[in-house]
């Protein structure tokens, strides 16, 4: 990757990570926790509410520390470079995913395993 394709990547990686953080205070801030505890009815469409807030962000979490990790390799010039094998990253797979830390390989490998 050259130096404009890095720059690329990581505006386009704190673009996601700004999004990202703004959608969960949005959906912390659409969600009202505690207040109308004695509704009986709205108690369990609350914690349903509450059950999936948790988990987006559980996923959305796990994203930026992906994030967070390839913005770290960026700056410590390692970016690109499979986590698994060491190999180069596909730049056309780090086009479509800049928050990519395995190469196409061992991402199948990662997916098949699971
Ligand atoms: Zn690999």
Redo the contacts with the bound molecule.
Sequence with gaps: MNKDELKEAEKRLLAEKAVIEKDMARFKETLDFGDDIDHGEEESDESEEMGNYLSVKKSQDARLEQIEKALGKIASGTYGV??????K?DGELLKVNPESL??????LKAVSKK
Excluded: H, V
């Design positions: 499979c986590e698994n094998c060491g190999a990253i395995l190469c196409r390989d061992c991402k």
